[in-house]
């Protein structure tokens, strides 16, 4: 049984950072797409970045291109969302989640496993 932990979550001001991790346990990590939501106070939860299992192609939605990256440590088992510049916008529960199909993808339903979420509130 796959299982996800996330961590780094918390309170952060307008234009600082935070790091999100996402520990893994129980399957072969390498083989794992991961993937980083959000769900905001009010909002569905939706897609924000993806890595493939080696961690050579990754990919942000729009609205965080430019100030997140997405990156994995496969000798530590752990994803990794760094954040920069962050807008009250950024607001949200942050899940992590796994995908061990070939190929990575965008949607919700694609992922397996999830973690329980990171809460990260950005003030203005």
């Known amino acids: 049984q796959v299982q996800l932990v996330e961590s780094g979550g918390g309170l952060a001001q307008a234009g600082g950072s935070l790091r999100l991790s996402c520990a893994v346990s129980?399957?072969?990590?390498?083989?794992?797409?991961m993937g980083w939501f959000r769900r905001a106070p009010g909002k569905d939860r939706e897609f924000v970045a993806v890595?493939?299992?080696?961690?050579?192609?990754?990919y942000l939605t729009d609205s965080v291109e430019g100030r997140f990256s997405i990156s994995r440590d496969n000798a530590k088992n752990t994803a990794y969302l760094q954040m920069n510049s962050l807008k009250p916008e950024d607001t949200a529960v942050y899940f992590c989640?796994?995908?061990?199909?070939?190929?990575?993808?965008?949607?919700?339903?694609?992922?397996?496993?999830w973690g329980q979420g990171t809460r990260v509130s950005v003030s203005s």
């Open positions: 989640a796994a995908d061990p199909s070939w190929g990575w993808s965008v949607t919700e339903g694609a992922y397996d496993y």
């Open positions: 890595i493939d299992g080696s961690g050579g192609l990754t």
């Open positions: 129980g399957g072969t990590f390498s083989m794992l797409n």
